[in-house]
């Protein structure tokens, strides 16, 4: 894009060089070739920052991935305290980015690896104690992933591996209410199950969560 602005400029320069070796070219053609001239300026720079910007947002990707994986083989006190400073450093941008890694963790976690995903979430604690100083909304975030772990578990020994194949679903309700029935379909077991104990965390007064298998499926899409 850049080397096509360009020589587009370079084009428009030579123009307006030739253009001023002859008086057949009214002062309107002089105008239009001005204003391109200022186009192709302010497009070249434009696309210039863009290209600033998206490398700005890579390297903070790649800042943050490389926050996590600190994370992940951080073992002594030492360790810990530079992950922690290294997270002040990225602020709430940073925290919300782990934060979405965490919860990643806790949604694909199965029987086989419960005990490593519970270090992780007391490892996180350990580390950020004090997640509300990167945002007052996460103040309660420890002991609400905490619950769902919980939840989930319940599922887990409650509900046989032979038994978790096929479709799941999460169905919520209120039957005091005219509110409508909210449901989650199409969703592996793992899936459901995390589903299960993100939404049981906040049910509301009379309200049902049900978390079931689906034996039999019609399905029917209407295209345009």
Same mark, same amino acid.
């Given at each position: 894009? *850049?080397?096509?602005?360009?020589?587009? @400029?370079?084009?428009?320069?030579?123009?307006?060089?030739?253009?001023?070796?002859?008086?057949?070219? /009214?002062?309107?053609?002089?105008?239009?070739?001005? =204003?391109?001239?200022?186009?192709?300026?302010?497009? &070249? @720079?434009?696309?210039?920052?863009?290209?600033?910007?998206?490398?700005?947002?890579?390297?903070?990707?790649?800042?943050?991935?490389?926050?996590?994986?600190?994370?992940? !083989? $951080?073992?002594?006190?030492? %360790?810990?305290?530079?992950?922690?400073?290294?997270?002040?450093?990225?602020?709430? /941008?940073?925290?919300? @980015?782990?934060?979405?890694?965490?919860? %990643?963790?806790?949604?694909?976690? *199965?029987? !086989?690896?419960? /005990? %490593?995903?519970? %270090?992780?979430?007391?490892?996180?604690?350990?580390?950020?104690?004090?997640?509300?100083?990167?945002?007052?909304?996460?103040?309660?975030?420890?002991?609400?992933?905490?619950?769902?772990?919980?939840?989930?578990?319940?599922?887990?020994?409650?509900?046989?591996?032979?038994?978790? !194949?096929?479709?799941?679903?999460?169905?919520? *309700?209120?039957?005091?209410? @005219?509110? $409508?029935?909210?449901?989650?379909?199409?969703?592996?077991?793992?899936?459901?199950?995390?589903?299960?104990?993100? &939404?049981?965390? *906040?049910?509301?007064?009379?309200?049902? =969560?049900?978390?079931?298998?689906?034996?039999?499926?019609?399905?029917?899409?209407?295209?345009?």
């Amino acid at each position: 894009m *850049d080397s096509k602005i360009k020589f587009c @400029h370079t084009f428009l320069l030579i123009k307006i060089y030739r253009y001023r070796g002859t008086r057949k070219s /009214s002062t309107k053609d002089f105008l239009i070739l001005m =204003i391109e001239k200022h186009l192709l300026f302010y497009a &070249f @720079h434009i696309s210039f920052y863009i290209k600033i910007l998206m490398n700005m947002g890579e390297n903070v990707k790649i800042a943050e991935k490389n926050l996590i994986e600190m994370f992940e !083989t $951080a073992k002594s006190n030492s %360790e810990y305290d530079f992950v922690s400073e290294q997270m002040k450093e990225k602020g709430y /941008s940073g925290f919300s @980015h782990f934060l979405y890694w965490m919860k %990643e963790q806790l949604k694909t976690y *199965d029987d !086989t690896n419960v /005990s %490593e995903a519970t %270090e992780l979430l007391n490892k996180a604690k350990s580390i950020f104690p004090n997640p509300k100083e990167y945002s007052p909304s996460w103040v309660n975030i420890w002991t609400q992933l905490e619950q769902i772990m919980q939840y989930k578990n319940e599922v887990l020994k409650q509900i046989p591996l032979k038994s978790r !194949t096929g479709e799941w679903q999460v169905i919520m *309700d209120n039957p005091y209410t @005219h509110e $409508a029935i909210v449901c989650y379909p199409g969703l592996s077991f793992i899936e459901a199950a995390y589903l299960y104990g993100f &939404f049981r965390l *906040d049910l509301k007064h009379n309200e049902y =969560i049900r978390l079931q298998r689906v034996e039999s499926l019609v399905v029917f899409k209407r295209e345009e």
